[in-house]
């Protein structure tokens, strides 16, 4: 079992991976408030997703469970983005 | 020293660490060239900001290489993306 110190390491690592995570969830927001994501590039999303996979790897690997939960979670809402992003620059079914 | 099981690890960690730290690099261009940055989320940046710098701080603590090379390049370029968008925030010093 994990030791006083290391408890309070994980709990660095918790708070920043809740920040770095959630914080792709205000960005999903606002590309589905504003219904565009002109600004926002693919690119990026598309490196993030793919970097993501292998952070996740790299986690279950050392045993990270800070790296597992963040990377777990942000997938999702860098998925999300992306999905966002990928409508945005579909043309419109009609008119 | 590491042994190769920890090296191949490491290079996982590597890989996610370069695509997802240089996946700002395309959104900070993508700003610069299209002078605007409306649809990008002051608040992720925010967030993201803050949350790596507890990130460096947990691969100091538990000597992760590849979070201490991640997160400092992350910080410089996330770092880029926000004053990009507080720039494009500021309202025009005439007209």
Same mark, same amino acid.
């Given at each position: 079992?994990?030791?006083?110190g290391?408890?309070?390491?994980?709990?660095i690592?918790?708070?920043?991976?809740?920040?770095?995570?959630?914080? @792709?969830?205000p &960005?999903? !927001?606002?590309?589905w408030?504003?219904?565009?994501?002109?600004? /926002? =590039? $693919?690119t990026?999303?598309?490196?993030? @997703?793919?970097? &993501?996979? !292998?952070?996740?790897?790299?986690?279950v690997?050392?045993?990270? /469970? =800070? $790296?597992?939960?963040a990377?777990?979670?942000a997938?999702?809402?860098?998925?999300?983005?992306?999905?966002?992003?990928?409508?945005?620059?579909?043309?419109s079914?009609?008119?």
């Open positions: 079992m994990a030791s006083p290391q408890f309070w390491v994980e709990v690592g918790i708070a920043a991976a809740l920040l770095t995570t959630t914080s @792709f969830l &960005q999903a !927001l606002r590309i408030r504003n219904r565009s994501a002109r600004d /926002v =590039s $693919l990026m999303y598309l490196m993030m @997703f793919a970097g &993501q996979i !292998l952070w996740l790897a790299y986690g690997v050392i045993g990270s /469970v =800070s $790296l597992i939960l990377n777990s979670t997938l999702m809402l860098v998925g999300s983005v992306l999905l966002l992003k990928l409508r945005d620059r579909a043309p079914a009609a008119l």
